[in-house]
């Protein structure tokens, strides 16, 4: 078969999934950008994985300070009389002025560690400490809850739950779903996804 025929068929075949793929990067892109509330587990947790973890992590051989910052009492706890972290107060934070600090025998994470943290990690530590700092369990402990289908305009065209959400983002930006192929076409397609074409 020819393979340009291939390639022009291949994104019809997966608009739904790449159409998802847009919408939940648009929707979690930069938050702080955006404006929207900062998730813990989405976007502070792998900062403080990434960049915290290996000097002040689970690992008490490599933890330095005596400080561990995988865990919430560790944030707020480390030194009663004086925490690292003060919920609602970003600019109080010795952990945050350390973060913004530009003295290098101050900054963390230190020079050394080849950890440099980018502009938007540092604003969304000083915006996830602003709003309270709140820890969530990781999400693998988390029991799932269904969401909610949200209301859409054209009901009847739905077959799935998921095509609510896909529908949901359709009509915020005026669009249409396309007409369903025909079954010939809808055959082809799937000959070529279960042949590997």
């Known amino acids: 078969m020819d393979l340009n025929i291939r390639i022009r068929d ?3 075949f997966y608009w739904r999934g790449i159409l998802i793929l847009c919408m939940n990067l648009s929707i979690r892109g930069d938050t702080s950008v955006s404006g929207s509330k900062v998730d813990f587990n989405h976007d502070i947790r792998p900062i403080l994985s990434e960049h915290c973890f290996p000097c002040h992590g689970p690992d008490r ?3 330095k300070a005596d400080l561990r910052l995988d865990q ?7 030194d009663e009389e004086d925490p690292i972290l003060l919920p609602g107060s970003a600019g109080k ?4 002025q350390r973060v913004l600090s530009h003295d290098p025998d101050e900054v963390m994470p230190p020079p050394d560690a080849l950890l440099e943290l980018n502009p938007s990690q ?6 996830w400490v602003n709003e309270g700092a709140h820890w969530d369990t990781h999400w693998a402990f988390v029991p799932p809850v269904q969401r909610a289908l949200p209301e859409v305009n ?8 998921i095509d609510f959400f896909v529908l949901e983002q ?4 005026d669009q249409f779903p396309s007409r369903e ?6 055959m082809r397609r799937l000959s070529f996804d279960l042949t590997g074409m």
């Not at 934070?93 to 945050?96: A, D, G, Q, R």
């Not at 540092?122 to 915006?127: A, F, H």
């Not at 054209?154 to 739950?161: G, I």
Request: positive net charge; glycine residues 2%; without cysteine.
């Open 122 to 127: 540092k604003d969304m530590l000083v915006q």
């Open 154 to 161: 054209m009901r009847s065209w739905s077959r799935h739950p």
């Open 93 to 96: 934070s010795p952990l945050i």
């Open 72 to 78: 919430p009492d560790g944030l707020t706890e480390a």
């Open 170 to 173: 359709l009509e915020s930006t």
């Open 61 to 63: 051989n490599h933890r």
């Open 181 to 186: 192929a025909a079954p010939r076409t809808l």
């Open 10 to 12: 291949f994104p019809r």
